[in-house]
């Protein structure tokens, strides 16, 4: 148990102890915050090689009583997770010592590092938990470090919105992740994973499709799935190096997670399997659409993560959990390298434009050729990482003769392809365009060379890779299907090569395609991200602002205006009842009487102001409280 | 005989309050008197909770003296799980409040007088297990909180403080209707509440005595539509005097609903909590829509108690063990976390002098301190995960949708945790983030008294958010039986 639970109690022991250091802490809060996620990481190790020697294991405890049923929390640690610890302890150590020399300086430096550790704690305990109460607890967490990171400069007004945006989007699928889990412990009992998914086995199938649908509303919000994804785009406002943690490689993969590790309800349910397929689908399509036209590096990379999101939701919709995880995991190191990497592009030419950038593969070699790199693999050429992990989720695909799905998930491969080639050429050679770049300290390009080692060895090893990783999560590899392996790379490189003519070679002439009716009005479309945020702004938003408007109104005019009427109405009444208040000798009416009379009359005082009428009235009450008891006791006495 | 703690934690604040009264108004001596009262009272209440058998369901502490036999009357003191948070919250909270009110400079003998009376009443409302006390102690609490809202409030003190006073007024008289009904039902003669609740009333009787009771307790709630006094009391209350009345005045009425209506009148109970729930979400989802559009800090929080006591209203219709269990730990969370809020509004408004959120901004720039509580209240009021909040929705979440109540109650009431976060994160956005504005320069970050004020609930929300058995060991086996009489569980 205390293995388990120091992984990430290592990382909240850092965010206290900065928090409470507070400025003090701007000198040396990285070595906190490295150091304990360092911790976190050898423990992880520890953690992976315990679970491959000796299977998996888990500690539960009560944790609160409710009438006579008992809450259980508990950590485990299967394969599942124990490969989620290594993905999300090496890519927050990366980015934890790039910091060091992206956030050089800044004026919040060490409330940076301590929101940095809270989230890395909040991830790992969100894979370390065996139940889904803890899970969602951490899940929540989570939630708050990415709103205070994309709000870290909140002094600009493009960071709180998009920090308050991300937060209630995001929060709009909880709702339906909190009402899965209500759902699930009051039909099972318990939110414990393995007992949860036992007494699945005798549920009526459409509570099944009713629960895994509440959940992948929760997944739909954290992963940036179509219709809740326009959170993401907007994140970007935060530091580039929490962009790459959150927004790339781990939180925004927790969604992926969620449903991974509630497989075993999803199998039950085809057409819950089926809405995860499609709903991948269309935001796998649909945003690598959007990132052909956006014109932040940043940006570019934000829609291929929820592109690349869809795509790991396509492999678990088609029933493979392997392909699912095999790109989480492949996806977290060469994004968080991508990102990282556009940090450091960013850093050298203060500029998130590509307009503003061009030909830096010669000032800054390490950037460059790492970043290549990362795009090779996230458009998958072989033999880096993604080619084998995207070709599994294909392949899934192709066996469950998902034709539209694969259809869309191979037009997305060639519209990755052309985007990351578009970004490299035009970011990377072509014209310089005068600004003074130097390469990154060696802080910042240390972790790109490590992450682009694991891109490419994950890769190079991809055959006894996949292998262990298949067989470590329990499913039997797939053979390589040898005509979607090829096709697959056919596809990639042909966008290359289309990014290549257009961006490097100027072959087309981009200003007459731009004339051209068709284009114009695709470009605005997708200029407008097809017009999703107008709707949410406007419609929704909107909409909503102004029937909270009514209500208040309605609050003031027709409810208090009720109880005022009735007020003034009670008041000239009891005035005429005091009046015959002498004629009438039950007691309780007199009582009533008397209080409505003493009312009206303080009233009156009120409206002199007179402050000494206060007192006397106050000590007035109490005297007459007191002897009212007083009376009491005495008859009762007599 | 053992020590009386519970008259102790009743009367201490009297004596107080006297004492206070008599003696001179030196320059200091009110508050350092209150102070002292008011913590000896604290700390009294925690001995309570130290000293508490958290195995036994029943009441403890038990006092029980004749005291007019003939007519009925004892003087009958206890206190059990579901009163014990509550008792505690007010022994916090008013020692809280008198720090808070440190810097009162006008009359203070008076205001300090009154704050330990209003102490007074909330304490023996809680305690109280006869009805002619838990009613002297229920008006008892009304005089003061008139004075105090009427002397020491905003501009429009007058208006809020008789609509306040008139409102609640009327509710309690029916209530006392409510208890002369039970007491001269066939065979009772008994104010006893306990000896009371043996009794079984034929159902009509129950009716109507459950709809006396209601008006007292749905307007102290305070129920949509009772609720239209909450706003006005709470902007021209100072800030001490709102802590008090959202942290625990609130309480009184869903206590009292727990209390006597459920073990008391329970087939009327059952008959009209599908009406009780329905008011609860209405109040959940009106009040966040009200509090979305507040231009007054404090409104906004004002409404946001309506919206987060409404969530108290629907766990108790629910009659679970779960949603009861939720109930009663939501009424001592919302106390900490709203009583929280109304203190940063007040430190907010003692700096800046408006507590408009369109003259504010910016403020985490130049007070990061007090700018990082506000956000950290917000986001337990929004009920985050490992913070309070969190605890009590969810558990009222979860124990409604086992009841016999239709899902759509759980549906909205959990959408509504959108709403909640909307208002709050909006509110937070344009009070600290942004820029700031010029006039507001010269502010200073919060001292050493006031983060006295605020450290010792945030460690409660912290704890009570991540291990709640803290509390739910004292609650849940008093519930459990309470559940039992009711005939629910």
């Not at chain 1, 002439?509 to 406007?538: I, S, W």
């Not at chain 2, 948070?85 to 008076?110: C, E, N, Q, Y």
């Not at chain 2, 009904?181 to 009371?196: H, K, Q, S």
């Not at chain 2, 509390?471 to 849940?476: A, D, F, Q, R, T």
Request: charged share 10%; proline share 4%.
């Amino acid at each position: 148990m205390l293995q388990l639970a120091l992984i990430p109690l290592l990382c909240v022991a850092s965010f206290i102890v900065l928090v409470t250091a507070g400025r003090r802490a701007r000198e040396w809060a990285h070595y906190v915050g490295i150091v304990t996620v360092l911790g976190s990481f050898g423990l992880s190790v520890a953690t992976f090689a315990r679970v491959m020697s000796g299977g998996p294991f888990s500690h539960t405890f009560a944790w609160v009583k409710l009438g006579s049923k008992t809450i259980q929390l508990g950590l485990q640690a299967d394969p599942l997770t124990a490969v989620m610890l290594l993905v999300i302890s090496i890519v927050s150590l990366m980015v934890n010592v790039y910091s060091i020399g992206y956030m050089h300086g800044d004026e919040r430096y060490h409330w940076y590092y301590a929101v940095l550790s809270l989230f890395t704690a909040a991830m790992l305990s969100l894979v370390l938990a065996n139940n889904y109460l803890l899970m969602y607890m951490s899940w929540e967490i989570m939630g708050l470090c990415s709103y205070l990171l994309i709000g870290f400069w909140f002094e600009k007004e493009e960071a709180y919105n998009a920090s308050k945006k991300a937060f209630l989007v995001t929060r709009v699928g909880d709702v339906g992740f909190g009402l899965g889990i209500i759902a699930i412990f009051a039909t099972t009992g318990t939110f414990v994973f393995r007992d949860v998914f036992h007494a699945a086995e005798g549920m009526a199938p459409a509570l099944i499709t009713l629960i895994t649908l509440f959940l992948f509303c929760g997944a739909i919000g954290k992963s940036a799935q179509f219709p809740l994804h326009v959170w993401l785009p907007d994140a970007m406002a935060g530091p580039t190096p929490a962009s790459a943690l959150i927004h790339a490689a781990t939180m925004v993969a927790a969604g992926v997670y969620l449903v991974a590790r509630s497989f075993p309800l999803f199998e039950l349910s085809e057409t819950s399997l089926a809405v995860v397929a499609t709903i991948g689908a269309i935001t796998a399509l649909g945003a690598a659409l959007i990132a052909v036209v956006q014109l932040d590096i940043k940006k570019v990379l934000a829609y291929s993560t929820i592109s690349q999101l869809g795509y790991m939701m396509m492999g678990l919709g088609a029933g493979s959990y392997v392909a699912g995880m095999w790109h989480l995991t492949t996806h977290a190191f060469f994004k968080a390298l991508l990102f990282l990497g556009s940090g450091s592009v960013i850093h050298a030419v203060h500029s998130q434009d590509i307009r503003d950038m061009g030909g830096l593969s010669k000032k800054m070699p390490i950037t460059t050729w790492t970043f290549i790199i990362g795009s090779l693999a996230l458009a998958g050429i072989f033999p880096l990482s993604g080619f084998f992990s995207k070709d599994e989720i294909l392949a899934a695909l192709y066996h469950k003769h998902m034709w539209p799905i694969l259809g869309a998930a191979i037009l997305g491969a060639f519209l990755t392809a052309f985007y990351m080639a578009r970004v490299c050429f035009v970011v990377f050679f072509g014209r310089e365009k005068g600004h003074h770049a130097h390469e990154s300290p060696l802080v910042m390009t240390v972790p790109l060379v490590i992450l682009t080692a694991i891109t490419v060895g994950l890769g190079l090893d991809a055959r006894l890779g996949a292998h262990f990783f298949t067989e470590f999560l329990g499913e039997h590899p797939e053979p390589i299907n040898l005509m979607i392996a090829l096709g697959s790379t056919a596809v990639a490189l042909s966008g290359i090569a289309v990014g290549w003519l257009v961006y490097h070679r100027r072959a087309i002439p981009l200003g007459t395609v731009k004339k051209q009716r068709l284009v114009m009005y695709a470009t605005t479309v997708l200029r407008n991200k097809f017009g999703l945020d107008e709707l949410y702004e406007h419609y929704v938003v909107g909409a909503f602002i102004k029937f909270c408007d009514f209500c208040a109104w309605f609050d003031r005019t027709v409810v208090d205006g009720i109880v005022n009427g009735a007020a003034s109405v009670t008041l000239v009444a009891a005035r005429a009842a005091g009046w015959f208040d002498t004629h009438i000798v039950d007691g309780i009416v007199n009582g009533l009487g008397f209080v409505v009379m003493g009312a009206g009359k303080r009233l009156r005082y009120a409206q002199t102001g007179r402050l000494q009428s206060y007192a006397q009235w106050m000590y007035g009450t109490l005297i007459v409280i007191i002897l009212f008891i007083l009376w009491l006791t005495l008859r009762g006495g007599l | 005989m053992k020590f009386p703690l519970l008259t102790a934690a009743v009367f201490l604040p009297l004596a107080g309050s006297i004492l206070i009264a008599a003696l001179p108004d030196q320059e200091g001596r009110p508050r350092r008197m209150a102070a002292l009262f008011t913590g000896a009272t604290f700390i009294i209440t925690a001995l309570l909770y130290l000293g508490f058998d958290r195995g036994a369901s029943g009441m403890q502490f038990v006092e029980r003296v004749p005291w007019v036999p003939s007519l009925g009357m004892t003087y009958h003191l206890g206190i059990d799980g579901i009163s014990l948070p509550l008792v505690l919250l007010t022994g916090l909270l008013s020692f809280l409040a008198v720090i808070a009110s440190w810097k009162i400079d006008l009359r203070p003998k008076h205001y300090f007088a009154l704050l330990l009376l209003l102490e007074v009443g909330m304490m023996g409302v809680f305690c109280a297990l006869d009805f002619v006390l838990f009613y002297v102690f229920w008006e008892v609490v009304l005089v003061p909180m008139y004075f105090l809202i009427g002397i020491w409030g905003g501009p429009r003190r007058e208006y809020a403080a008789i609509k306040f006073f008139l409102y609640t007024l009327l509710g309690s008289v029916i209530m006392l209707l409510g208890i002369l009904m039970l007491y001269f039902a066939p065979g009772v003669r008994t104010f006893d509440m306990l000896e009371v609740a043996r009794h079984t009333f034929p159902i009509g009787l129950q009716s109507w005595i459950f709809l006396a009771f209601f008006a007292g307790f749905a307007v102290k709630v305070p129920l949509f539509p009772f609720h239209t006094w909450l706003p006005d009391a709470h902007v021209e209350a100072p800030t001490a005097v709102s802590v008090i009345l959202a942290g625990v005045l609130l309480k009184m009425g869903s206590y009292g609903f727990i209390r006597v209506t459920m073990p008391i009148t329970p087939d009327a109970f059952a008959n009209y909590a599908p009406m009780l729930a329905v008011l609860g979400v209405i109040g959940i989802v009106y009040g966040a829509c009200c509090a979305m559009v507040q231009k007054d800090m404090k409104k906004l929080v004002a409404y946001s108690s309506v919206s987060h006591m409404g969530y108290v209203m629907l766990g108790t219709a629910a009659g679970t063990a779960a949603s009861v269990n939720g109930a009663v730990i939501q009424m001592f969370n919302h106390g900490c976390i709203t009583g929280m809020l109304f203190l940063l509004v007040g430190l907010v408004y003692e700096r800046t002098h408006t507590r408009m959120i369109d003259d504010l901004g910016g403020l985490s720039l130049k007070v990061p301190v007090l700018g990082g509580i506000l956000a950290f209240a917000s986001f337990a009021s929004l009920g985050l995960p490992g913070l309070s909040g969190f605890i009590g929705e969810f558990f009222i979440l979860l124990g409604t949708y086992e009841s016999v109540l239709a899902k759509s109650f759980v549906y909205i009431s959990t959408a509504a945790i959108v709403l909640t976060a909307g208002y709050l994160l909006w509110m937070l956005q344009r009070v600290a983030l942004g820029k700031l504005p010029e006039k507001l320069e010269g502010l200073v970050d919060i001292n050493l008294r006031e983060a006295s004020t605020l450290v010792p609930l945030m460690a409660i929300i912290v704890v009570v958010g991540i291990y709640p058995t803290v509390m739910l060991s004292v609650i849940n086996p008093s519930v459990t039986s309470l559940l039992r009489i009711a005939g629910v569980a």
